[in-house]
């Protein structure tokens, strides 16, 4: 029997944080996948608040605990909304070149070890902006911050050859996601927003794919 293991590595988006549910997007999708006749394992590594460059720097450790030989061990990953947060009075966290250049050497990490997908950054949070964490820090999101970082995203995909699901365009378009940001925790969408995510990955050929080799 075919021994499949995904991790979906990246931060609270992967996590699902914000969901009543504790399900996210990554929950429901291989809900939808689940089959007898192969063993599905899948594991959240979604940490929130992380950068590009923290999630870099633990993947594969992380990856590799939970791979074994043998295994048909593959990786999502899903990243950037937290690189451009403005944090009031001390400007933005991390400048676009910086998550560029760290997303390029991420994904070239990871394509040379296991087959990968990339989830394209979800839309900015602007009509809760500014968020204030548990830390106390007011943090914006802009909406064209997160549209710029994800052309550049599907350029870097598109040179190392990995596949890249934009999801700006159609979460943007879609009232009912956009409104699922404004309820929850009012830094995420809920969980019908997640579900909305699953959808679309669900449907994309690159992830089908995964399930018809």
């Not at 890249?164 to 879609?174: M, S």
């Not at 940001?181 to 690159?206: F, K, P, Q, S």
């Amino acid at each position: 029997m075919r021994d499949l293991r995904i991790c979906f590595v990246g931060d609270s988006y992967i996590n699902g944080t914000g969901d009543e549910r504790c399900l996210g997007w990554t929950g429901r999708l291989c809900e939808r996948r689940f089959s007898w006749d192969y063993r599905l394992s899948f594991y959240d590594l979604g940490i929130r608040g992380e950068t590009t460059a923290e999630v870099r720097a633990r993947w594969k450790a992380e990856c590799e605990a939970r791979f074994p030989e043998g295994a048909d061990n593959r990786v999502v990953v899903q990243f950037g909304i937290n690189d451009i947060g403005v944090v009031t009075g001390e400007g933005r966290q991390i400048e676009e070149d910086e998550t560029v250049e760290e997303a390029e050497a991420f994904l070239k990490e990871v394509s040379d070890l296991y087959p990968v997908l990339w989830v394209g950054l979800p839309p900015a949070n602007e009509a809760c902006s500014p968020m204030k964490p548990s830390e106390g820090l007011e943090v914006s999101f802009s909406q064209d911050a997160a549209t710029a970082l994800n052309e550049r995203f599907k350029t870097c995909a598109e040179k190392l050859n990995v596949p890249y699901f934009d999801l700006q365009a159609p979460l943007l378009a879609n009232r009912d996601y956009m409104s699922s940001l404004t309820r929850g925790d009012r830094m995420h969408c809920d969980g019908t927003g997640y579900a909305m995510i699953a959808n679309l990955v669900n449907n994309w050929e690159a992830w089908d794919g995964w399930f018809s080799e």
